[in-house]
């Protein structure tokens, strides 16, 4: 079982960074992918980045990745979305995830992890 807690979120004006942080109650976090998810109201929710034990991340196509960075600290148990240039459009609860790093299954699908956190909301005021 693994548990997630995140926090960092809050209201930001445009233009403004946050960084989201995520710990895992977990004794291997390494064996663990884990990712950032955002749902907006009316919206589905929608891939941001995805991150395996070796550090490497993986963003949906488009510019998000020119503005957020994921990034983990294996000894934390934590991992962490840099967000930059935040726009209002960025607004919505940001959900962590993680799936065993063995799982099938796309980095970007909301079915692919098993593990949620309870999310945090990130406000961007124009």
């Known amino acids: 079982q693994v548990q997630l807690r995140e926090s960092g979120g809050g209201l930001v004006q445009a233009g403004g960074s946050l960084r989201l942080s995520c710990v895992a109650s977990v004794r291997t976090f390494t064996n663990y992918a884990v990712a950032w998810f955002r749902q907006a109201p009316g919206k589905e929710r929608e891939f941001v980045a995805a991150?395996?034990?070796?550090?490497?991340?993986?963003y949906p196509p488009g510019s998000l990745k020119d503005r957020f960075a994921i990034s983990r600290d294996n000894a934390k148990n934590t991992v962490y979305l840099q967000m930059n240039s935040l726009k209002p459009e960025d607004t919505a609860v940001y959900y962590c995830?993680?799936?065993?790093?063995?799982?099938?299954?796309?980095?970007?699908?909301?079915?692919?992890?098993?593990?949620w956190g309870q999310g945090t909301q990130v406000t961007v005021s124009s």
């Open positions: 995830a993680a799936r065993d790093s063995d799982s099938s299954g796309s980095d970007a699908q909301v079915r692919s992890y098993e593990y």
């Open positions: 991150m395996y034990w070796s550090g490497t991340g993986t």
